[in-house]
């Protein structure tokens, strides 16, 4: 541990943190819809300094066999080398992946879209790619991640499609989405959990908490991260305190 993450752990023993926020506080937030001009859908996001753009991009083609009747989703995210001097160019790293995996899991688990409503015919549904671009990173991308993916999915409207070829210059009804969901990322620093880490409270944190809610409260989603167990105690209050930030974060929505 450096010299700066020492000051750090130092001061949150203090019930401190470097920026002066309150452990149950969120940076300021921006959501700017339509962010894209040329996908479906698309929001910009920005928790503090950190930046993420998320767009909707909707495609013909064969549904999942286990899923014949239904539309297809699929989320991916990117680390761009402009985002941070730890990102590198190539294929999706791990970190990527799993942040793609748990945006798409909020998603998917409460049932957000209606994908039984994307099937066009016998063989045939739309396919819904989430795609996921990080602009900059300054902490707490997957809460960023998250509401940037609803909010676009929110704003996305399907392309006109005659059978054999889609146009889209032309949408028209919006894509079915039912339900708001939203994570909330918590970090264990010491013995104190914290909401909405930055980039350095993430580096010294020792285990991290997703909490994925849906608009009337139920957990549709965890992810853990991080080598340190949750006290039972601790993942009770963890599991409030994101439901009730939840509800604060969807009302942006």
């Not at 993916?149 to 028209?172: C, F, H, R, T």
């Not at 039912?178 to 010491?190: D, E, H, R």
């Not at 006290?231 to 969807?250: C, I, Q, Y």
């Given at each position: 541990?450096?010299?700066?993450?020492?000051?750090?752990?130092?001061?949150?023993?203090?019930n401190?943190?470097?920026?002066?926020?309150?452990?149950?506080?969120y940076?300021?937030i921006?959501i700017?819809?339509?962010?894209v001009?040329?996908a479906?859908?698309?929001?910009?996001v920005?928790?503090?300094?950190?930046?993420?753009?998320?767009?909707?991009?909707l495609e013909?083609?064969e549904?999942f066999?286990?899923?014949?009747?239904?539309g297809?989703?699929?989320t991916?995210?990117?680390f761009?080398p402009i985002a941070?001097?730890d990102?590198?160019?190539?294929?999706?790293?791990?970190?990527?992946?799993?942040l793609?995996?748990?945006?798409d899991?909020?998603i998917r688990?409460s049932?957000t879209?209606?994908?039984?409503?994307l099937l066009?015919?016998e063989?045939?549904?739309?396919?819904?790619?989430?795609?996921?671009?990080?602009i900059?990173?300054?902490?707490?991308?997957i809460?960023?991640?998250a509401l940037?993916s609803?909010?676009a999915l929110?704003?996305a409207?399907i392309?006109?499609?005659?059978?054999q070829?889609i146009n889209y210059?032309?949408?028209?009804k919006k894509?079915p989405?039912k339900y708001?969901?939203?994570?909330?990322?918590l970090v264990?620093?010491?013995?104190?959990?914290?909401?909405?880490?930055?980039?350095?409270?993430?580096?010294i944190?020792?285990?991290?908490?997703?909490?994925t809610?849906?608009?009337?409260?139920?957990i549709?989603?965890?992810?853990?991260?991080?080598?340190?167990?949750f006290?039972?105690?601790e993942l009770e209050?963890?599991?409030?305190?994101?439901k009730?930030k939840g509800?604060?974060?969807r009302?942006?929505?």
């Amino acid at each position: 541990m450096n010299l700066q993450q020492k000051f750090l752990m130092d001061l949150v023993t203090k019930n401190v943190r470097i920026d002066k926020r309150g452990f149950e506080e969120y940076r300021k937030i921006i959501i700017e819809k339509d962010a894209v001009e040329k996908a479906e859908g698309s929001a910009r996001v920005k928790i503090g300094e950190t930046e993420v753009l998320a767009g909707v991009k909707l495609e013909v083609g064969e549904p999942f066999p286990d899923k014949p009747k239904e539309g297809v989703l699929i989320t991916s995210a990117e680390f761009s080398p402009i985002a941070s001097p730890d990102f590198e160019k190539g294929p999706p790293n791990a970190h990527a992946i799993e942040l793609a995996r748990v945006v798409d899991r909020g998603i998917r688990e409460s049932k957000t879209i209606e994908l039984e409503k994307l099937l066009i015919e016998e063989g045939k549904v739309w396919k819904v790619y989430v795609d996921i671009q990080i602009i900059n990173h300054a902490g707490n991308l997957i809460d960023a991640s998250a509401l940037a993916s609803i909010m676009a999915l929110l704003n996305a409207k399907i392309p006109e499609y005659d059978g054999q070829k889609i146009n889209y210059e032309k949408k028209g009804k919006k894509l079915p989405v039912k339900y708001k969901p939203v994570a909330v990322t918590l970090v264990k620093i010491g013995s104190n959990i914290l909401v909405d880490a930055n980039l350095e409270e993430e580096e010294i944190a020792t285990a991290r908490l997703t909490v994925t809610t849906k608009d009337n409260g139920n957990i549709c989603a965890l992810q853990k991260g991080g080598s340190a167990p949750f006290t039972f105690e601790e993942l009770e209050s963890a599991v409030e305190l994101a439901k009730k930030k939840g509800d604060e974060l969807r009302k942006l929505l």
